[in-house]
């Protein structure tokens, strides 16, 4: 059974900084991960997607690697903002329990900008 | 290109009623997805639907329903709600055939509808 984790659960950090947001699964056989962002109480914005056979892709000031073979992603954001204040979300995609491509996600890290 | 549009946004229910939620998928997309978001158990994926079939249904009791029109528009029945029914409701859409894609199909994600059951 494929299980999402996201650490840590929450991080703030003064405007500025550099930071790293850490993903990792239990199951390498994916097609698929997908960050995500999530405002209060609205829906989901894709940031990245990276398949699998990718290792990873560049958005602005955002960076997405993928390891499947240890099962871990990291979403790296340069320079935050208060802007980027939000719920960041990983989400693979796979064949699990017969079911193709609906996504798995991790329980998201709240993250914090402090101007 | 418009995003995807899910109404109503806001919906409040008492327990043993039947609500109806709505979803429109991007310009061209076929696929749609379903998803529950809860503070407990996180976002829980309910139903998919590609060209008016549902391929894959999520670990639901059978008062959740679904269908999808041959305009890719999708509806979500949930019938006799209760309390553990609020959530906020998430609908998806891709352009291409998830799982099957090579791993391309970038889920859209809309606004969602939040429901309340009293």
């Known amino acids: 059974k494929q299980e999402v984790t996201q650490i840590p659960a929450a991080l703030s950090v003064p405007e500025g900084e550099n930071l790293v947001l850490n993903c990792s699964f239990t199951?390498?056989?994916?097609?698929?991960l997908q960050w995500f962002r999530q405002d209060p109480g609205k829906g989901l914005t894709s940031l990245l997607l990276?398949?699998?056979?990718?290792r990873e892709q560049t958005s602005g000031r955002l960076n997405a690697s993928l390891d499947k073979s240890s099962g871990r992603s990291t979403l790296y954001i340069a320079a935050s903002q208060p802007g980027d204040s939000a719920t960041y979300l990983c989400?693979?995609?796979?064949?699990?329990?017969?079911?193709?491509?609906?996504?798995?996600f991790g329980k998201g890290t709240k993250l914090s900008v402090k101007p | 290109k418009a995003g995807v549009t899910q109404t109503p946004r806001y919906l409040i229910k008492t327990r043993g009623q039947q609500v109806t939620l709505s979803c429109s998928p991007i310009?061209?997309?076929?696929?749609v997805s379903w998803y529950q978001q809860t503070p407990g158990q996180g976002l829980q994926f309910l139903f998919e639907?590609?060209?008016?079939?549902?391929?894959n249904k999520g670990n639901f009791p059978g008062r959740f329903s679904g269908r999808q029109f041959s305009n890719s528009r999708s509806e979500m029945n949930v019938s006799t709600l209760e309390l553990g029914d609020s959530a906020l409701y998430l609908c998806?859409?891709?352009?291409?055939?998830?799982?099957?894609?090579?791993?391309?199909?970038?889920?859209?994600f809309g606004p969602g509808t939040r429901l309340t059951v009293l």
């Open positions: 998806a859409s891709s352009s291409l055939l998830p799982g099957l894609a090579g791993g391309k199909d970038e889920q859209f």
């Open positions: 199951d390498s056989a994916i097609y698929n």
């Open positions: 990276i398949q699998s056979s990718q």
């Open positions: 989400a693979v995609g796979g064949n699990y329990g017969g079911s193709q491509g609906n996504l798995i």
């Open positions: 310009s061209g997309h076929r696929s």
């Open positions: 639907y590609f060209s008016e079939t549902q391929r």
